[in-house]
């Protein structure tokens, strides 16, 4: 099963920015959709974005279309989420997912599951 080690989540003020980064532990993860999940305090985890493995494929949970970009680097095995015009209500725990179904899938067809990084956005 591949691994998922997320990294640079952080504070930071309303209408900021924030990276976050996934790594795999396995190459063959490259050839999986992955993505972004988060779970606020008190909600369920939803979805947020996610990346076909050629990158030729994204989504995005409406609220953050326009302001998020998953991009990824095969030959680092790693999937960023460059988050901007952060809002209060992004704060969340922020966890990385890999699947190898296809973007339209991917949802719904979770392998693995990171441990999660904190963003939080204060007011």
């Known amino acids: 099963q591949v691994q998922l080690v997320e990294s640079g989540g952080g504070l930071v003020q309303a209408g900021g920015s924030l990276n976050v980064s996934c790594a795999a532990s396995?190459?063959?993860?490259?050839?999986?959709?992955t993505g972004w999940f988060r779970q606020a305090p008190g909600k369920e985890r939803e979805f947020v974005a996610a990346?076909?493995?050629?990158?030729?494929?994204?989504d995005y949970v409406d609220s953050v279309k326009g302001r998020f970009t998953i991009s990824r680097d095969n030959a680092k095995n790693t999937v960023y989420l460059q988050m901007s015009s952060l809002k209060p209500e992004d704060t969340a725990i922020y966890y990385c997912?890999?699947?190898?179904?296809?973007?339209?899938?991917?949802?719904?067809?979770?392998?693995?599951w990171g441990q999660g990084t904190q963003v939080t956005v204060s007011s």
């Open positions: 396995e190459q063959t993860a490259i050839y999986y959709s």
């Open positions: 997912a890999a699947s190898p179904f296809d973007v339209a899938r991917f949802k719904t067809r979770i392998l693995s």
């Open positions: 990346i076909s493995w050629t990158g030729g494929t994204t």
